[in-house]
């Protein structure tokens, strides 16, 4: 089926992908320019024309993003300037690292809010990031982002910018769209929208979409399935003094996520490793055949997982915002949400580098000797290696070595996390409107923000090990003595002594925060000023761990795997109780020399609070006055981050041209990482501490070629480097403990340029209706997958391009290719596998960006 759909979509699209549908005439007649004069509402204390704003700011109508149509948030970002993204982790997951700031998380500075808010507020926990439940659908009616700015004023914990997903809204008029989509990777789905009024004062929008299908990269099961509803009724007051709003959203969603997969050659020269899993459309380790893993009985209770649910969402949310005018001078508004959500991570992350299984029984064999003494056959190793689930012998210690053609296993980390939680959030503001303050007006915006979050993270990391081929397979080394007959078992259900892992804390956070911004104009000079000061308040229990042997609650064990040890909680548990303090400011003035120039600049200086994943480091502390210090907030791996930005602006628009231009200088101190090395096969923590400067240039450009025909131009070039940092510690092809520096090198995975080219065409109108023909090429340019810059990520670029159709009656089709060239860039190495040195051995890991795809959508706007 998955060849002939391809067919299919090929002669259907004439190898044209990512496209519009086609646009509406409204959308047709929409000025060339980057929507200066558009009312925008992020950022501001008062809704403003684009052009006096004081923020750095990229918006997208309607008609941009249908041409974009983007299928992840990833892959959104890659059109805002100044936002690096890795949109290789498939539909969620995704990392976005702003302004040359390295990320020790996914989003870690950056937030996603949804008509104003966050669904989640602490957005960034690790693994249960916050496009896993802010999801992109045709229910978006338009998106804002801000890049530094005023980001720390109105979003705690966003110092280098958010983006707002603008939800559809009723009007009195019905209007709708509904399509239904197909790919090459046998996806089924569909969304839908319809607005319009239940009386004269009142009006409804509401939205769904669904989808499944085998993912770019089929790990032998559906890997997407799910989907999300939406809804709003929006009720106006009958004196004409505001609005109350209530809204819903109910998301169930299990998407893939694609990790870094094991490959040979060089990171500049990556290669399928012979028999392994291909560089353009392998697995990544997450396969059918390492499914499933059950513990029963163990310490923590019974352990059944399934990698099937990959990156998992169930989350519901509610709300309502209220505006009420006072008086002609004074805004009263209130916005409130709650939220409850379970999610959880299962996957397959690799902790090592492929190597033969030959050397890996060698090493059993060399811990465990007098046990399996009898394996050694007139002076020759005697073992099989067997598939973990059913027990088959897949291969012996006579044809190892061309097992799968490589003979390779790998160190594969079955991951879980579980995180259940919800949070209540409330914010309230009074904006005063001062006329006649000078020869201006001062707008006044007084606010109050708290948070409530009450939730409960479980983690398990399982060293395991698995097959190197197209649908890896988990794998056990059993040992046998002369006669053929088992000795015993380096490994239980593929689980090998080394690297384990286990969390499990339940926690509450409260944040309250005032800010204030005030913005005063004259007749062409606005200025700004915003403070926030947020109090963060945590505290719970995190249990302590302890190691148990597999035979100790597993009957089924012998005297060798029996004694691999893994970690769970040991019913203890050390309570933790920590506050925060944060200031953050900025100033910004805007000059408009007329309606198609004006510049701006902005300096601002902001934080990120600590979260639940540095509250789990007091399991690791050894005295108690360790312990008391992480009570009284003085220990430094759980300190916020702090960040300065200050940027300088240029708007132009004339004629058939458009310019957005931002100079920036970006500086982030005390940024906490945990860097994994790997030591003798097992992943060691490294606490390590960085700080980074960055000068860079962002832009934004719209030509107008001919009326038909505009080109859109998305860049960064920006100069990231490391600063005051100490020598970075390592582990050297010894093992032996050695250090470098690193100051002056490039942050992981951060390029100095990075941008998207766009190109659209409208056709004139024919017979059937209207066509038009939309192209993108993003590209990354070369970055580093380790501090020491020894481990080269080389450019790479994507082009997407797209044919839509559409008549007078509404009715359109969309034919679309991502990545037509197929490209084959490596987004990043393997942050599990040495981040400070990563050197170059013969096989490596690194996370290979999603092959082509065709797809195919028809549709119903009306």
Same mark, same amino acid.
């Given at each position: 089926?998955?060849?002939?759909?391809?067919?299919?979509?090929?002669?259907?699209?004439?190898?044209?992908?990512?496209?519009?549908?086609?646009?509406?005439?409204?959308?047709?007649?929409?000025?060339?320019?980057?929507?200066?004069?558009?009312?925008?509402?992020?950022?501001?204390?008062?809704?403003?024309?684009?052009?006096?704003?004081?923020?750095?700011?990229?918006?997208?109508?309607?008609?941009?993003?249908?041409?974009?149509?983007?299928?992840?948030?990833?892959?959104?970002?890659?059109?805002?300037?100044?936002?690096?993204?890795?949109?290789?982790?498939?539909?969620?997951?995704?990392?976005?690292?702003?302004?040359?700031?390295?990320?020790?998380?996914?989003?870690?500075?950056?937030?996603?809010?949804?008509?104003?808010?966050?669904?989640?507020?602490?957005?960034?926990?690790?693994? $249960?990031?916050?496009?896993?439940?802010?999801?992109?659908?045709?229910?978006?009616?338009?998106?804002?982002?801000?890049?530094?700015?005023?980001?720390?004023?109105?979003?705690?914990?966003?110092?280098?910018?958010?983006?707002?997903?603008?939800?559809?809204?009723?009007?009195?008029?019905?209007?709708?769209?509904?399509?239904?989509?197909?790919?090459?990777?046998?996806?089924?789905?569909?969304?839908?929208?319809?607005?319009?009024?239940?009386?004269?004062?009142?009006?409804?929008?509401?939205?769904?979409?669904?989808?499944?299908?085998?993912?770019?990269?089929?790990?032998?099961?559906?890997?997407?399935?799910?989907?999300?509803?939406?809804?709003?009724?929006?009720?106006?007051?009958?004196?004409?003094?505001?609005?109350?709003?209530?809204?819903?959203?109910?998301?169930?969603?299990?998407?893939?996520?694609?990790?870094?997969?094991?490959?040979?050659?060089?990171?500049?020269?990556?290669?399928?490793?012979?028999?392994?899993?291909?560089?353009?459309?392998?697995?990544?380790?997450?396969?059918?055949?390492?499914?499933?893993?059950?513990?029963?009985?163990?310490?923590?209770?019974?352990?059944?997982?399934?990698?099937?649910?990959?990156?998992?969402?169930?989350?519901?949310?509610? *709300?309502?915002?209220?505006?009420?005018?006072?008086?002609?001078?004074?805004?009263?508004?209130?916005?409130?949400?709650?939220?409850?959500?379970?999610?959880?991570?299962?996957?397959?992350?690799?902790?090592?580098?492929?190597?033969?299984?030959?050397?890996?029984?060698?090493?059993?064999?060399?811990?465990?000797?007098?046990?399996?003494?009898?394996?050694?056959?007139?002076?020759?190793?005697?073992?099989?290696?067997?598939?973990?689930?059913?027990?088959?012998?897949?291969?012996?210690?006579?044809?190892?070595?061309?097992?799968?053609?490589?003979? !390779?296993?790998?160190?594969?980390?079955?991951?879980?996390?579980?995180?259940?939680?919800?949070?209540?959030?409330?914010?309230?503001?009074?904006?005063?409107?001062?006329?006649?303050?000078?020869?201006?007006?001062? !707008?006044?915006?007084?606010?109050?923000?708290?948070?409530?979050?009450?939730?409960?993270?479980?983690?398990?990391?399982?060293?395991?090990?698995?097959?190197?081929?197209?649908?890896?397979?988990?794998?056990?080394?059993?040992?046998?003595?002369?006669?053929?007959?088992?000795?015993?078992?380096?490994? !239980?259900?593929?689980?090998?002594?080394?690297?384990?892992?286990?969390?499990?804390?339940?926690?509450?956070?409260?944040?309250?925060?005032?800010?204030?911004?005030?913005?005063?104009?004259?007749?062409?000079?606005?200025?700004?000023?915003?403070?926030?000061? /947020?109090?963060?308040?945590?505290?719970?229990?995190?249990?302590?761990?302890?190691?148990?042997?597999?035979?100790?609650?597993?009957?089924?064990?012998?005297?060798?795997?029996?004694?691999?040890?893994?970690?769970?909680?040991?019913?203890?548990?050390?309570?933790?109780?920590?506050?925060?303090?944060?200031?953050?400011?900025?100033?910004?003035?805007?000059?408009?020399?007329?309606?198609?120039?004006?510049?701006? $600049?902005?300096?601002?200086?902001?934080?990120?609070?600590?979260?639940?994943?540095?509250?789990?480091?007091?399991?690791?502390?050894?005295?108690?006055?360790?312990?008391?210090?992480?009570?009284?907030?003085?220990?430094?791996?759980?300190?916020?981050?702090? $960040?300065?930005?200050?940027?300088?602006?240029?708007?132009?628009?004339?004629?058939?041209?458009?310019?957005?231009?931002?100079?920036?200088?970006?500086?982030?101190?005390?940024?906490?990482?945990?860097?994994?090395?790997?030591?003798?096969?097992?992943?060691?923590?490294?606490?390590?501490?960085?700080?980074?400067?960055?000068?860079?240039?962002?832009?934004?450009?719209?030509?107008?070629?001919?009326?038909?025909?505009?080109?859109?131009?998305?860049?960064?070039?920006?100069?990231?480097?490391?600063?005051?940092?100490?020598?970075?510690?390592?582990?050297?092809?010894?093992?032996?403990?050695?250090?470098?520096?690193?100051?002056?090198?490039?942050?992981?995975?951060?390029?100095?340029?990075?941008?998207?080219?766009?190109?659209?065409?409208?056709?004139?109108?024919?017979?059937?209706?209207?066509?038009?023909?939309?192209?993108?090429?993003?590209?990354?340019?070369?970055?580093?997958?380790?501090?020491?810059?020894?481990? /080269?990520?080389?450019?790479?670029?994507?082009?997407?391009?797209?044919?839509?159709?559409?008549?007078?009656?509404? !009715?359109?089709?969309?034919?679309?290719?991502?990545?037509?060239?197929?490209?084959?860039?490596?987004?990043? *190495?393997?942050?599990?596998?040495?981040?400070?040195?990563?050197?170059?051995?013969?096989?490596?890991?690194?996370?290979?960006?999603?092959?082509?795809?065709?797809?195919?959508?028809?549709?119903?706007?009306?």
């Amino acid at each position: 089926m998955k060849v002939s759909a391809k067919m299919t979509l090929i002669a259907v699209a004439v190898g044209l992908s990512i496209s519009p549908s086609v646009l509406s005439q409204e959308q047709q007649v929409a000025k060339s320019d980057l929507g200066f004069e558009r009312i925008i509402v992020t950022g501001t204390s008062r809704p403003k024309e684009k052009i006096e704003s004081t923020n750095a700011i990229t918006t997208f109508n309607e008609a941009k993003l249908e041409q974009l149509a983007p299928h992840s948030v990833a892959e959104l970002v890659r059109s805002i300037p100044g936002f690096h993204a890795e949109d290789t982790g498939g539909e969620t997951g995704n990392n976005v690292a702003p302004r040359g700031f390295p990320l020790s998380t996914q989003t870690e500075f950056t937030a996603l809010l949804r008509d104003g808010m966050t669904v989640f507020y602490n957005q960034d926990i690790l693994f $249960t990031q916050n496009d896993r439940f802010t999801r992109l659908s045709n229910f978006v009616g338009s998106v804002e982002a801000i890049r530094g700015g005023a980001s720390s004023i109105f979003v705690g914990s966003a110092p280098a910018g958010f983006i707002n997903f603008i939800s559809r809204e009723g009007s009195d008029d019905t209007q709708g769209d509904v399509f239904f989509e197909t790919n090459s990777n046998n996806r089924l789905g569909g969304q839908g929208w319809v607005s319009g009024s239940i009386d004269d004062q009142t009006t409804y929008a509401v939205g769904a979409w669904y989808r499944k299908d085998d993912s770019a990269r089929d790990p032998g099961y559906t890997a997407n399935q799910g989907g999300e509803l939406n809804g709003n009724i929006k009720h106006f007051f009958k004196d004409g003094s505001g609005f109350t709003r209530f809204e819903f959203n109910k998301q169930n969603d299990r998407s893939f996520f694609f990790i870094p997969q094991p490959l040979i050659g060089s990171t500049t020269n990556a290669k399928t490793i012979p028999g392994g899993m291909d560089i353009r459309d392998g697995t990544t380790g997450n396969s059918a055949g390492a499914r499933l893993l059950t513990l029963n009985n163990a310490p923590s209770g019974d352990i059944d997982l399934d990698i099937a649910d990959g990156n998992y969402a169930n989350v519901t949310y509610f *709300g309502n915002t209220t505006e009420i005018e006072i008086n002609e001078n004074l805004v009263f508004s209130n916005q409130m949400r709650y939220t409850d959500m379970l999610t959880t991570f299962t996957g397959i992350i690799n902790v090592g580098n492929a190597e033969s299984l030959a050397s890996k029984a060698q090493a059993i064999y060399a811990a465990n000797t007098d046990v399996l003494a009898g394996a050694m056959v007139d002076g020759n190793l005697s073992y099989d290696i067997r598939d973990a689930g059913n027990g088959f012998v897949l291969a012996d210690s006579s044809n190892v070595n061309t097992y799968n053609t490589n003979g !390779y296993g790998i160190n594969a980390g079955f991951w879980h996390r579980r995180f259940e939680g919800d949070n209540f959030q409330n914010e309230t503001r009074f904006n005063y409107t001062f006329d006649d303050v000078g020869e201006g007006t001062l !707008y006044a915006n007084f606010g109050l923000f708290f948070s409530n979050i009450n939730g409960h993270v479980t983690d398990y990391r399982i060293n395991t090990l698995q097959s190197v081929e197209p649908l890896p397979q988990r794998l056990d080394v059993v040992f046998t003595d002369a006669q053929g007959l088992d000795i015993a078992s380096g490994t !239980y259900k593929g689980i090998q002594a080394g690297s384990h892992g286990f969390a499990d804390i339940v926690y509450s956070e409260n944040t309250l925060a005032p800010f204030a911004d005030f913005e005063y104009d004259l007749e062409d000079v606005s200025f700004n000023l915003g403070l926030r000061y /947020e109090t963060l308040k945590a505290d719970g229990e995190a249990q302590n761990q302890a190691n148990y042997t597999i035979d100790s609650f597993a009957s089924d064990t012998d005297t060798v795997n029996g004694n691999i040890t893994l970690p769970f909680g040991d019913g203890t548990y050390r309570n933790f109780d920590v506050e925060y303090n944060e200031m953050a400011w900025t100033i910004a003035a805007n000059y408009k020399f007329n309606d198609d120039l004006a510049v701006f $600049t902005r300096y601002a200086d902001g934080f990120r609070m600590p979260d639940v994943d540095k509250y789990m480091a007091i399991t690791n502390l050894t005295s108690q006055e360790e312990i008391n210090q992480f009570n009284n907030s003085e220990r430094r791996e759980t300190q916020p981050a702090s $960040t300065v930005m200050a940027e300088v602006g240029i708007k132009y628009n004339e004629g058939d041209v458009a310019a957005f231009v931002t100079g920036y200088f970006a500086a982030a101190d005390d940024l906490f990482f945990n860097v994994p090395t790997v030591e003798n096969g097992q992943v060691v923590q490294r606490q390590a501490f960085r700080n980074t400067e960055t000068l860079g240039v962002e832009a934004e450009f719209n030509l107008q070629i001919t009326q038909d025909w505009r080109i859109g131009v998305s860049a960064t070039y920006q100069s990231p480097e490391f600063v005051n940092t100490p020598a970075a510690q390592y582990l050297d092809a010894n093992g032996s403990s050695a250090s470098i520096d690193i100051n002056g090198n490039l942050p992981v995975r951060v390029p100095k340029h990075f941008g998207q080219l766009t190109s659209s065409y409208q056709f004139e109108d024919f017979s059937w209706g209207m066509a038009a023909i939309h192209g993108s090429y993003s590209w990354s340019g070369k970055r580093y997958a380790d501090d020491a810059n020894t481990a /080269e990520l080389p450019m790479y670029g994507m082009l997407n391009l797209g044919l839509s159709l559409e008549n007078e009656d509404g !009715y359109y089709l969309r034919a679309d290719v991502k990545n037509l060239n197929n490209s084959e860039g490596l987004s990043e *190495g393997d942050p599990r596998a040495g981040e400070t040195v990563a050197g170059q051995a013969t096989t490596f890991n690194a996370r290979v960006v999603l092959p082509r795809t065709f797809s195919l959508t028809i549709g119903k706007r009306f």
